[in-house]
């Protein structure tokens, strides 16, 4: 029996202003190093044999925030959060009025949409996924990682595929728990803290 303990990474600027960031790498602000703080101070009754991030800053920095054993961290690209492509860097309205086809297509086919030089949600939950299974689930793994990575991953285990991706309100620095009985998840816990 072993747990999958995601973690979202702590408040950047560009969470205040609502910009679709995906790949592009803020770094924590002073809200942020606080929910990392907080996180922290939650995981100290929660065990984990090893520590996962994704390789941006907002989580490598939450990362260092929440280790309290001091273990390695071991970084992967697979858990970096969507790559909106072309959005990247903008807000709804802006990618409203400069990609409206885009937006439009966006909305009615969310699943596959791939966000020009970008990925589809479908093709993230797959990377997502390949690292979970990855994993020896009978131990006890922490990752740090984003809204979308968690989001795909919960939806993957407690729905078909994408069904509940927009169903599961994580926060940032929020703190979710898969525990795995013989293979089979088990939600313990959602936004704990």
């Given at each position: 029996?072993?747990?999958?303990?995601?973690?979202?990474?702590?408040?950047?600027?560009?969470?205040?202003?609502?910009?679709?960031?995906?790949?592009?790498?803020?770094?924590?602000?002073?809200?942020?190093?606080?929910?990392?703080?907080?996180?922290?101070?939650?995981?100290?009754?929660?065990?984990?044999?090893?520590?996962?991030?994704?390789?941006?800053?907002?989580?490598?920095?939450?990362?260092?925030?929440?280790?309290?054993?001091?273990?390695?961290?071991?970084?992967?690209?697979?858990?970096?959060?969507?790559?909106?492509?072309?959005?990247?860097g903008l807000s709804y309205q802006e990618i409203q009025e400069r990609y409206p086809l885009e937006?439009?297509?966006?909305?009615?086919?969310?699943?596959?949409?791939?966000?020009?030089?970008?990925?589809?949600?479908?093709?993230?939950?797959?990377?997502?996924?390949?690292?979970?299974?990855?994993?020896?689930?009978?131990?006890?793994?922490?990752?740090?990682?984003?809204?979308?990575?968690?989001?795909?991953?919960?939806?993957?285990?407690?729905?078909?595929?994408?069904?509940?991706?927009?169903?599961?309100?994580?926060?940032?620095?929020?703190?979710?728990?898969?525990?795995?009985?013989?293979?089979?998840?088990?939600?313990?816990?959602?936004?704990?803290?």
């Open positions: 029996m072993g747990k999958l303990i995601l973690v979202r990474h702590g408040q950047t600027d560009m969470n205040i202003e609502n910009i679709y960031f995906g790949w592009l790498d803020p770094e924590l602000n002073s809200n942020g190093i606080e929910q990392g703080k907080k996180a922290r101070d939650i995981l100290k009754n929660i065990p984990y044999d090893k520590i996962y991030s994704s390789d941006l800053k907002r989580t490598r920095e939450t990362a260092i925030l929440i280790n309290y054993l001091e273990r390695d961290i071991i970084l992967d690209k697979r858990v970096r959060e969507l790559n909106f492509g072309i959005f990247e937006a439009k297509e966006s909305a009615e086919n969310w699943k596959n949409f791939n966000f020009i030089t970008g990925e589809s949600p479908r093709d993230l939950q797959k990377r997502a996924i390949d690292f979970v299974e990855s994993l020896d689930l009978s131990k006890d793994n922490l990752v740090v990682t984003h809204w979308g990575v968690i989001n795909c991953i919960l939806s993957w285990y407690f729905s078909n595929e994408l069904d509940s991706y927009w169903k599961y309100s994580v926060e940032n620095g929020g703190v979710c728990i898969i525990e795995f009985v013989d293979n089979f998840p088990i939600l313990k816990g959602l936004n704990i803290g």
